[in-house]
């Protein structure tokens, strides 16, 4: 860049574009009325999956909302609409749904496929500018798009008008979502690989369970208190009521606080933590590095609604499942 002002002037061009955009998603949900109510409960109530289509950035952005259902509890693919028509209409089942973008609804690729839905009676959702348009006129419910100018300065780059379509795309699947009930046990099944997949990890996914679990009685003398600590290798022991229910936990901690010279003759009862720190097995496993971390503790006991012991959750566990 030659001078301060030729950075000026791009830094102008690209709030402009960006307050554009911006002003176009506001208009968008103003606009929202029954029609998208209904786009919702048409999807909800599907049997089979929802084909999404575009044609050019149209197409990008159908790609990308079909990755998007698909990944949030609503089974969906995409479709080309050219490709529609040299053996692609095969993948549009009976129990199906079209979801088809296009700014202008007059792209003639999309004839061939919006005929096949017309003769099956596959239902169509329109997203369009032109509610009057060809795929207008084929859709049993229109999603229709303000009609507002595009922020390239010609007018001419899809831009304003693909932003609408994607942020449009993301309410549908959103809601959705919200209408399913699709929880983030959900979610994390559709995304076990990645940082994604990480953070939605449940603690019953990483803590240890059965015979790994270090567990004592009020009674136990110290003896057996060290030999079960130092044996399970985890640095603490729950310590379980006569129901079966933990009242108290034994930590490395505890037995440095109560070193002295009858130290053996104590039992575990009169050196746990009563009522200790405890989470259910649903609890995210990156929740409970931060409750770890907050309370500056290195486990956490997993328990039941009686607070009976499912299993025990090591910090370095957390590490380990790349959690940070």
């Known amino acids: ?3 301060r002002k030729d950075q000026d002037q791009i830094l102008a061009e690209a709030v402009r574009v960006l307050n554009n955009e911006a002003r ?12 998208f109510t209904d ?6 109530k599907l049997e089979g999956r929802v084909a999404v289509c575009g044609m050019g950035k149209s ?21 080309h609409p050219a490709e529609a028509s040299h053996g692609d209409l095969g993948m549009l089942a009976p129990r199906d749904a079209l979801l088809a973008f296009s700014n202008s609804g007059e792209t003639l690729e999309l004839e061939s496929i919006l005929i096949f839905c017309a003769r099956r009676q596959i239902p169509v959702i329109g997203v369009t500018k032109n509610p009057a ?4 006129r084929q ?10 100018p595009e922020a390239c300065p010609f007018g001419s780059a899809p831009t304003t008008s693909t932003t609408m379509m994607m942020a449009l795309g993301d309410a549908l699947a959103l809601c959705l979502l919200e209408a399913k009930g699709f929880t983030p046990e959900d979610f994390h099944q559709y995304h076990p690989g990645g940082s994604l997949g990480r953070k939605l990890l449940a603690v019953r996914d990483i803590m240890h369970v059965g015979d790994e679990i270090p567990i004592l009685h009020p009674d136990q003398p110290m003896p057996e208190v060290l030999y ?8 603490c022991s729950g310590v379980l009521g006569p129901d079966g229910t933990l009242i108290g936990i034994v930590t490395d901690g505890d037995l440095r606080r109560h070193m002295a010279a009858d130290f053996l003759k104590l039992s575990a009862r009169q050196i746990m933590t009563a009522n200790p720190v405890t989470v259910g097995p649903d609890t995210l496993a990156a929740q409970v590095l931060g409750l770890m971390q907050k309370k500056s503790i290195t486990s956490v006991f997993v328990v039941d609604e009686q607070l009976r012991p499912l299993g025990l959750v090591h910090i370095h ?3 380990r499942a790349g959690l940070e």
């Open 24 to 35: 176009s998603l506001k208009v968008l949900a103003e606009s929202l009325n029954g029609d």
């Open 39 to 44: 786009a919702v409960d048409l999807l909800l």
């Open 228 to 235: 079960t600590i130092t044996g399970k290798s985890l640095g």
């Open 59 to 79: 197409g990008h952005v159908a790609r990308k909302v079909a990755a998007t259902l698909a990944s949030t509890g609503a089974p969906a693919y995409f479709i």
């Open 133 to 136: 348009s060809l795929l207008g």
């Open 139 to 148: 859709s049993r419910l229109v999603l229709e798009l303000p009609d507002l």
């Open 1 to 3: 860049m030659d001078s």
């Open 317 to 319: 566990d957390c590490l």
